[in-house]
């Protein structure tokens, strides 16, 4: 029987070497994985020489057969150059297989067979195809995370950053856990701005919609009718030659609209023009809280856990950076991150750059100096998004009665363009 030497991780990240007998290298492969640990390298020796006969570092094998992705793999294989346009995930779904698999891990199964279980249970078409690569990369010899990175979207830096650090410190589960709490978290924040910002959007739809059926159906048929009686009132001249435009050149208006849509996209994109945009949003009356509320509690949340779970400080302001979701707020994080690089504490440029709230530089100041930095981090998350909510409270209690003034102004001009020609005619009848 051939004798394979090997070298492998255990869970826990202790490295282990030695020989182990099989009938092939899959049945060593299966052997190592049987012990929990995971081959690094496999190499054949001679039973007599134990010189070297042949080389596999790292090992590729191939995938076993599945109900819903059956293909051969060779040596070298990537199934990253495969992926089905399928296999993506939504935010939420990608929180309930990280959930599940740190539950797997708690309850003592190791990566290998943990995968396994969530793989048999897994719904739809794109978490099996994910699963599938992941287990045949880490049955190969890579690291979870290196398998994730491998595979692309939807595994960003945030999920990449966090599973390194969950195998670097050998916390598995426990890291896992966190990543979980921090994307069902991150989706609740999105849920409560989306709510928050649904109930406005539909108002102003409906006002818009009224003025222009207003100005463009209503006014016409009661005033044309006396334009060539009297001289029309200033307010209803400008409503009539409103609705003649419309009347005459809508499809130049459609165009136009389409037009200039498309050039705000194209202005917009451009970095230096959405720096301006986001921090007018940062500096907005109502908005403009309600953003930065957000993304402060998401700056603490994500920092606090990637610096937990032993990411080092620089890459986790890199991933935190990527969260935040304001070019303006991405930029001060930048020169955070220089003057961080250059040795300098991270409450001095999260001062400096003015968009970040005095709580959250105390915060991180004290962090800092009492050497206890992501523990203030995680427990003040929890006061940032009481604050979220209460910024959604007033943002939604203060809005509607600035549409109601908005939509009473355009019913207001629009009913003296109506009255005030009725109310001379009455005059002169009179």
């Known amino acids: 029987m051939p004798t394979f030497q090997y070298q492998s991780l255990t869970q826990t990240g202790q490295s282990r070497d030695g020989t182990i007998a099989a009938v092939d290298r899959a049945d060593a492969l299966q052997q190592l994985i049987g012990r929990g640990e995971t ?10 020489s134990t010189k070297k006969k042949k080389k596999s570092a790292p090992v590729r094998v191939p995938r076993s057969k599945t109900s819903t992705d059956q293909k051969s793999a060779g040596a070298g294989f990537s199934l990253s150059l495969h992926r089905p346009s399928a296999s993506r995930l939504s935010r939420t779904e990608m929180a309930n297989l990280i959930r599940e698999l740190a539950t797997a891990l708690e309850a003592g199964l190791p990566l290998m067979q943990s995968l396994k279980t969530v793989r048999k249970q897994a719904p739809g ?6 699963l599938d690569h992941l287990i045949t990369r880490v049955e190969a010899g890579d690291q979870l995370h290196q398998a994730a990175r491998d595979y692309g979207p ?26 979980a709490d921090l994307l069902e978290r991150s989706l609740e924040l999105r849920r409560e701005v989306l709510g928050a910002t649904f109930y406005p959007m539909i108002v102003g739809t409906l006002i818009a919609v009224s003025a222009v059926i207003l100005v463009t159906v209503l006014v016409p048929r009661l005033i044309e009718p006396l334009a060539g009686q009297m001289e029309l009132p200033w307010p209803t001249r400008i409503v009539l030659g409103f609705a003649s435009f419309l009347s005459s050149y809508w499809i130049y208006c459609i165009l136009a609209v389409g037009v200039a849509w498309g050039a705000w996209h194209f202005w917009s994109a451009i970095p230096q023009n959405r720096y301006r945009i986001d921090l007018f949003k940062l500096r907005a009356p109502l908005m403009g809280r309600l953003l930065r509320d957000v993304a402060v509690a998401r700056f603490t949340r994500t920092l606090g856990t990637l610096t937990a779970a032993g990411l080092p400080m620089l890459d986790a302001l890199r991933i935190t950076k990527n969260t935040l979701g304001n070019s303006a707020l991405e930029a001060a994080m930048e020169e955070v991150q220089d003057q961080v690089t250059h040795g300098k504490a991270l409450a001095d440029p999260l001062e400096r750059s003015g968009l970040f709230p005095p709580l959250l530089v105390q915060v991180v100041n004290l962090g800092e100096r009492s050497g206890k930095l992501e523990n203030m981090l995680m427990h003040s ?15 939604t209690k203060a809005l509607p009665p600035v549409l109601l003034v908005i939509m009473a102004s355009i019913g207001g001009f629009i009913l003296a363009a109506i009255l005030l020609p009725l109310l001379e005619l009455q005059s002169i009848v009179q």
Not at 39 to 48: I, N, P, S
Not at 125 to 130: F, W
């Open 39 to 48: 081959a690094t390298t496999l190499v054949e020796v001679d039973g007599q």
């Open 154 to 179: 939807p595994f960003d830096d945030l999920i990449v950053g966090m599973l390194r650090a969950a195998d670097a410190s050998g916390k598995m589960s426990e890291v896992l856990h966190q990543l």
């Open 125 to 130: 078409k794109a978490l099996p195809v994910i």
């Open 381 to 395: 998350a929890t006061a940032f998004d009481r604050q979220v909510n209460v910024s959604i409270k007033l943002f």
